[in-house]
């Protein structure tokens, strides 16, 4: 009923960038998105909070990405993007794109809830 469709992962040597994009898409119509993000988890690591962007465009980062990357959100187009620059080695994980209470136009009613992305790798090395 709802997907995330996440893109632009891959090998990047340090110092180098990249640029995330989640594209969100549902059975019918969507509605509304409050908060978009991206979280990522680093293999034996929890998942953590990258980055968000929310609706009213107020926006967090967790102190590791500060300075270096930068969200932001298309709502027209259901997408949000996460530019990654000065990538770092221990920038390497699985990035997952996430939408906090999407809502969407069913067949009979409006449905949604919180949805995730199946993930994008993300390799920071020389």
Do not use: H
């Amino acid at each position: 009923q709802v997907q995330l469709m996440e893109s632009g992962g891959g090998l990047v040597q340090p110092g180098g960038s990249l640029r995330l994009s989640c594209a969100a898409s549902a059975s019918g119509t969507i509605l509304s998105i409050n908060v978009m993000g991206w979280y990522r988890q680093a293999p034996g690591k929890p998942r953590d909070l990258v980055a968000s962007i929310g609706r009213d465009e107020i926006t967090t980062y967790a102190d590791s990405v500060k300075g270096r990357f930068t969200i932001s959100r298309d709502n027209a187009k259901n997408t949000v993007y996460l530019q990654m620059n000065s990538l770092k080695p221990e920038d390497t994980a699985v990035y997952f794109c996430k939408a906090d209470r999407l809502y969407y136009q069913g067949t009979y009613s409006q449905r949604g809830g919180d949805y995730w992305g199946r993930g994008t790798q993300v390799t920071v090395s020389s």
